[in-house]
């Protein structure tokens, strides 16, 4: 019922920039945390930033100040804004959004979206 589409991953210099977009589509009632997933070749899934619903932000020591995630709330759509990136960033990148719906039952529950790829080579 609820769908999650990314966008933006691609192929940037080291020291580059990209912005992650992921947008939710269907019938939803209303949007709880939002956050932006990696994962590198060979390693584990790591939560990179997360945004409440009231729009505090937290973020991984790794991309703290080089990543801001946002939201826009009127698209249902959150962002990560990537900066100074690094070879080490390079990762297949998930969003990750809780999603309370009406139907076919009531509740809250975690929608992943597709993945993109980020790399930063020179």
């Known amino acids: 019922q609820v769908q999650l589409v990314e966008s933006g991953g691609g192929l940037v210099q080291p020291g580059g920039s990209l912005r992650l977009s992921c947008a939710a589509s269907?019938?939803?009632?209303?949007?709880?945390?939002m956050a932006w997933y990696r994962q590198a070749p060979g390693r584990q899934r790591e939560l990179a930033a997360t945004?409440?619903?009231?729009?505090?932000?937290n973020y991984a020591d790794s991309v703290k100040g080089r990543f801001t995630i946002s939201r826009d709330n009127a698209k249902n759509t959150v962002y990560l804004q990537m900066n100074s990136l690094k070879p080490e960033d390079t990762a297949v990148y998930y969003c990750?959004?809780?999603?309370?719906?009406?139907?076919?039952?009531?509740?809250?529950?975690?929608?992943w979206g597709q993945g993109t790829q980020v790399t930063v080579s020179s």
């Open positions: 269907g019938s939803i009632f209303s949007i709880n945390e």
């Open positions: 945004i409440s619903r009231g729009g505090t932000t």
């Open positions: 990750k959004v809780n999603i309370v719906v009406l139907r076919p039952t009531f509740g809250a529950y975690d929608y």
